[in-house]
């Protein structure tokens, strides 16, 4: 079961860290990604960590604003989100799958294990 939390209001230029948490599982064999939703839109991929190797994933529109990490020994992967702007507004959820292929870290149908969202609101 995984446990998403952090989400909050913050003004355009602010930050905010989102933190997903397993119970009854490890991540130590799984890719664990983040995905975001706004109304009228489809669900979009944020980023992923692959357990096993460490590698890191983003969407182009976050890249070098947001950063992916884990702490193993939370077993916790947690979205550290900087200059955020008002786009970045959405339910932000977090998913995971064992060990996925590079081409399908982007697709949230190959997750298969989801939390419930955590809204994040940027105002301008």
């Known amino acids: 079961q995984l446990q998403a939390s952090g989400g909050g209001l913050v003004q355009a230029g602010g930050s905010l860290r989102l933190s997903c948490a397993a119970s009854?599982?490890?991540?130590?064999?799984?890719?664990v990604g983040w995905f975001r939703r706004t109304p009228g839109k489809e669900r979009e991929f944020v980023a992923a960590?692959?357990?096993?190797?460490?590698?890191?994933y983003y969407a182009t529109s976050v890249k070098g604003r947001f950063t992916i990490s884990r702490d193993s020994a939370k077993n916790t992967v947690f979205l550290q989100m900087n200059n955020l702007k008002p786009e970045d507004t959405a339910v932000y959820h977090c998913?995971?799958?064992?060990?996925?292929?590079?081409?399908?870290?982007?697709?949230?149908?190959?997750?298969?294990?989801w939390g419930q969202g955590t809204l994040v609101t940027v105002s301008s």
């Open positions: 998913a995971a799958a064992p060990n996925l292929i590079v081409s399908s870290i982007h697709s949230a149908l190959r997750y298969n294990n």
């Open positions: 009854g599982r490890t991540f130590s064999t799984y890719t």
């Open positions: 960590f692959r357990w096993t190797d460490l590698s890191t």
